[in-house]
């Protein structure tokens, strides 16, 4: 798995985004996917995951109604839509897969992608 984060930039509060991340491996469907992020000088934060088939999805307490997470298995990516942005939002934001069960903590994915910046502005 090879993974590619794209489509982050800088928005004003209250804005929105969408992530993307591409697979260039052969087998994106095995994996489950997540995205992470993390502000300058705090841990990695779990945001959300989707299952191989994206029929379930989890969520981060701090995005729950706000980002929606979905994936294209034809496609081989997985996206991160994120409406109503705060200025807290900001960070480098991650995705990620894993062979594991929506899974919510860093060490449970073994790929990941480069990061994409976040910024939002107040």
């Known amino acids: 798995v090879q993974l590619q984060a794209s489509g982050g930039g800088l928005v004003q509060a209250g804005g929105s985004l969408r992530l993307s991340c591409t697979d260039s491996?052969?087998?994106?469907?095995?994996?489950?996917m997540g995205w992470f992020r993390q502000a300058p000088g705090k841990e990695r934060e779990f945001v959300a995951s989707?299952?191989?088939?994206?029929?379930?999805?989890r969520y981060g307490n701090s995005v729950k109604g706000r980002f929606a997470i979905s994936r294209d298995n034809a496609k081989n990516t997985v996206y991160l839509q994120m409406n109503s942005l705060k200025p807290e939002d900001t960070a480098i934001y991650y995705c990620?897969?894993?062979?594991?069960?929506?899974?919510?903590?860093?060490?449970?994915?073994?790929?990941w992608g480069q990061g994409t910046l976040v910024t939002v502005s107040s």
């Open positions: 990620a897969a894993s062979r594991q069960l929506l899974p919510t903590r860093p060490e449970e994915y073994n790929s």
């Open positions: 491996g052969r087998i994106f469907s095995n994996y489950v």
């Open positions: 989707i299952s191989r088939g994206g029929g379930a999805t």
